[in-house]
């Protein structure tokens, strides 16, 4: 069973920059990041895919609402979220998930597609 380790977050000022770390125990086919505002459905961020054996393939994919301004990079063990310039409304708990399976759109945004989870970690972002 694979282990995701979350690390970073906090709370910045909007236009501000935060990273966020994950690490995983195994080797994943997709690893991704979601957000859960308070209220509010737990919703995908971005996420990289790769082949068996490890070459990344398509992607990286972004929800509309942070492309341009976060970036997703690592490997099929360990991905980073670089988010910059950000807004009150990015705040939430942010988690890091993985799939030991190939995922295709749509099925890849969508929450219940991931068989891991990490244990989430804050963003707050101040107006």
């Known amino acids: 069973q694979d282990q995701l380790v979350e690390s970073g977050g906090g709370l910045v000022q909007a236009g501000g920059s935060l990273t966020l770390s994950c690490a995983a125990s195994?080797?994943?086919?997709?690893m991704a990041w979601f957000r859960q505002a308070p209220g509010k459905e737990r919703e995908f961020v971005a996420n990289?895919?790769?082949?068996?054996?490890?070459?990344?393939?398509?992607g990286p994919d972004y929800a509309d609402s942070v492309r341009g301004r976060f970036t997703i990079s690592g490997d099929n063990t360990r991905i980073t979220l670089q988010m910059n310039n950000l807004k009150p409304e990015d705040t939430a708990v942010y988690y890091c998930?993985?799939?030991?399976?190939?995922?295709?759109?749509?099925?890849?945004?969508?929450?219940?597609?991931?068989?891991?989870w990490g244990q989430g970690t804050q963003v707050t972002v101040s107006s």
């Open positions: 998930s993985a799939s030991a399976s190939p995922l295709i759109a749509p099925l890849m945004y969508s929450r219940g597609a991931y068989d891991y």
């Open positions: 990289m895919r790769w082949h068996p054996g490890g070459p990344r393939y398509g």
């Open positions: 195994g080797r994943s086919a997709v």
